[in-house]
C-alpha cells in the first residue's frame, strides 16, 4: 500500500489547510486511515484517525478544529485543519492500517508550518 499526501504548507495563526492522503496499490483492504504529526524534538502524535466505517477519534488539542473525513471508495482521507495554532506546525503524515495482515503503512510526510 502506497500512501500520497498533499495539502501542507505556510499559514499565519488562525488560518486553514486540508490535507489529502490517497491510498494506492492492490489486494488490500482499509481498515483505519488517519494522521500522526512530528514536532521537533517530540514524539510523534496522533491527531485522528478514521476507520472505514465512519467513526473517528482526535487528539484533545485539535478537538473542535480539526475534522478528518474521507471517501472510502477512492480509499482517500481528508484532514480539514481550521483556527491553526504555531503549536499545531508539525511535519504530518499519513498512515493507514489495512489488510491483509492488519499491517500498517506510512506516507512520507508533509510539513505543516503555523507562523506570522
Known amino acids: 500500500v502506497q500512501l500520497v499526501e498533499s495539502g501542507g504548507g505556510l499559514v499565519p495563526p488562525g488560518g486553514s489547510l486540508r490535507l489529502s492522503c490517497a491510498a494506492s496499490?492492490?489486494?488490500?483492504?482499509?481498515?483505519?486511515m488517519g494522521w500522526y504529526r512530528q514536532a521537533p524534538g517530540k514524539e510523534r502524535e496522533l491527531v485522528a484517525h478514521?476507520?472505514?466505517?465512519?467513526?473517528?477519534n482526535y487528539a484533545d488539542s485539535v478537538k473542535g478544529r480539526f475534522t478528518i473525513s474521507g471517501d472510502n471508495a477512492k480509499n482517500t482521507v481528508y484532514l480539514q485543519m481550521n483556527s491553526l495554532k504555531p503549536e499545531d506546525t508539525a511535519v504530518y503524515y499519513c498512515?493507514?492500517?489495512?489488510?491483509?495482515?492488519?499491517?500498517?503503512?506510512w506516507g512520507q510526510g508533509t510539513q505543516v508550518t503555523v507562523s506570522s
Open positions: 478514521r476507520t472505514s466505517g465512519g467513526s473517528t
Open positions: 496499490g492492490s489486494g488490500f483492504s482499509i481498515y483505519r
Open positions: 498512515y493507514a492500517r489495512a489488510n491483509p495482515g492488519f499491517a500498517e503503512h
